[in-house]
């Protein structure tokens, strides 16, 4: 380890402690670990895929094409997913009352799995969804998928 990096590392973990209130803020690196594909990079989804598949306005106009991508590329490694040393360094930092937030663009549900408590899911999460029409919020499970875009259940 460079000595440069030493003292760069030293600082943040001083900073850290001495924090009034830390929030950590995550994205799709932090589950990488845990087998859910990045969005970027060499091996990323917008290197094999159009990132408007995504894209709010396309989801009104083409919600089976969306879904079909989700239940295709996401939900398999959703399912399996598990929170990897990363999630669980948050879920430490939290229980030592060191770490107060966490605000993710992630919808895995990986820091609740590893017993975080305080998640702002910028988001949503995977495992509810809520009606566009009705704004009812359930919960996900596996059979949803069945009849692509999912029917409201009310």
């Given at each position: 380890?460079?000595?440069?990096?030493?003292?760069?590392?030293?600082t943040v973990a001083q900073r850290i402690?001495?924090?009034?209130?830390?929030?950590?803020?995550?994205?799709?690196?932090?589950?990488?670990?845990?087998?859910i594909p990045?969005?970027?990079?060499?091996?990323?989804l917008w290197s094999k895929y159009d990132p408007s598949i995504l894209d709010i306005q396309r989801f009104y106009t083409s919600p089976?094409?969306?879904?079909?991508?989700l239940k295709e590329v996401f939900y398999p490694a959703?399912?399996?997913?598990?929170p990897n040393p990363a999630h669980y360094c948050l879920n430490l930092l939290e229980k030592k009352g060191i770490l107060k937030d966490i605000i993710t663009m992630n919808i895995?549900?990986?820091?609740?799995?590893a017993g975080n408590q305080y998640v702002i899911e910028f988001h949503?999460?995977?495992?509810?969804?809520?009606?566009?029409?009705?704004?009812?919020?359930?919960?996900?499970?596996?059979?949803?998928?069945?009849?692509?875009p999912p029917v409201c259940p009310s």
């Open positions: 380890m460079s000595d440069d990096f030493s003292i760069q590392l030293d402690l001495h924090s009034k209130r830390l929030a950590a803020f995550t994205g799709a690196g932090i589950s990488v670990e845990s087998g990045p969005f970027r990079g060499e091996n990323g089976k094409a969306t879904w079909s991508f959703l399912n399996i997913a598990r895995d549900n990986l820091h609740f799995c949503g999460n995977y495992r509810r969804l809520q009606c566009t029409k009705c704004k009812q919020v359930f919960s996900f499970e596996q059979s949803i998928l069945n009849e692509l």
